[in-house]
């Protein structure tokens, strides 16, 4: 197979997932005359987080969502944060909230805390306790964005999960317990693996799936896997101020069926899925199906 048909293409897919979402919001928009809009808080100037806000605007605005950002001064307390959130909250002109992670330092120990004062009616990424829940009777509607852009993913390129031993090198709130719940919905067996996992190697050999989220360059190399498996490489790292993921994929490409690259795989799926998930809080609020 050549390499170009091995490649899971997010940004081929969102590109066609946001035409149809910007066509939706087109036709609903000229009727309601009251456009989605979508509010992003950024605590701090982690250059970043700055890069994923403004790409997270800039497709917002062509799909026909509008959008503000916050950003708040680094040093800003748990009680001003607080504030903030809830003043988003009685905003009727806004459907969608998104907090930005990481957050600086000092705040990082409250995060739940923080994404639990986001109404569940208006949260975007899935992090309301209410949405997670829902998700534990695999109700996906408020799902996460990554793990609902990386099951998109596996789904249009016709990968088939049920029965398949799926490895998840991630357990947190955002990335691998959502794909947990999303991926035993789906019949697949799931191993979750992570810095306590003894022979992990033994886990990643045994994967049809993989799905690595780690944030190490280099994680996965092509003696750790099994043949033909599906690589989805979650992870974003610089190295030499150049992006990749956390799979050396130049090494594994000859071994492995399928894989998504970085940049241009997990990414723009994830983008184009806090969109969705923006445009359903939209409906939400307005009371349409
Ligand atoms: N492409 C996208 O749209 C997208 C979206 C979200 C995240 N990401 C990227 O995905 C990566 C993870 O993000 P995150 O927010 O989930 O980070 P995180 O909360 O730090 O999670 C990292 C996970 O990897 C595990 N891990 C770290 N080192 C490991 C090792 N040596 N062996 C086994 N497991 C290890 C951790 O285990 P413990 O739980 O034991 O610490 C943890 O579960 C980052 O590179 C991030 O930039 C990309």
Do not use: W
């Not at 100037?45 to 790409?55: G, H, L, M, R, T």
């Not at 503000?68 to 459907?95: A, P, Q, Y």
């Not at 974003?236 to 993921?245: A, E, F, P």
């Amino acid at each position: 197979m050549l390499s170009n048909d091995k490649i899971l293409d997010g940004k081929k897919l969102a590109d066609k997932l946001n035409l149809e979402l910007k066509s939706n919001i087109h036709d609903l928009t000229n009727t309601l005359k009251i456009r989605p809009k979508l509010a992003t808080i950024l605590v701090g100037e982690d250059p970043a987080s700055k890069i994923y806000v403004n790409i997270k605007h800039k497709t917002s605005a062509y799909v026909g969502i509008e959008s503000v950002m916050l950003n708040l001064v680094e040093n800003i307390s748990k009680h001003e944060l607080i504030k903030n959130i809830r003043k988003l909250n009685k905003d009727k002109s806004i459907h969608g909230i998104l907090l930005q992670l990481p957050l600086p330092q000092h705040l990082r120990k409250h995060t739940i805390e923080f994404l639990e004062q986001i109404s569940p009616i208006k949260d975007v990424d899935g992090s309301h306790p209410c949405n997670r829940g829902k998700l534990f009777d695999y109700d996906e509607t408020m799902a996460a964005c990554t793990p609902k852009g990386i099951i998109a993913l596996l789904e249009h390129n016709d990968i088939e999960i049920k029965g398949k031993n799926v490895t998840i090198i991630n357990r947190s709130n955002l990335v691998g317990k959502p794909l947990i719940f999303m991926l035993l919905k789906r019949n697949a067996t799931v191993s979750v693996c992570h810095t306590s996992t003894r022979d992990i190697n033994s886990y990643i050999k045994n994967a049809d799936i993989l799905i690595v989220a780690v944030g190490r360059p280099n994680f996965i190399t092509k003696e750790k896997i099994k043949d033909n498996v599906v690589i989805i490489d979650v992870g974003i790292n610089r190295v030499d101020g150049k992006l990749c993921g956390d799979v050396d994929f130049d090494g594994v490409i000859d071994k492995c069926s399928k894989i998504t690259p970085v940049p241009g795989g997990v990414g723009p799926m994830t983008v184009s899925f806090l969109l969705q998930n923006t445009y359903i809080t939209y409906k939400k609020q307005l009371n349409i199906e």
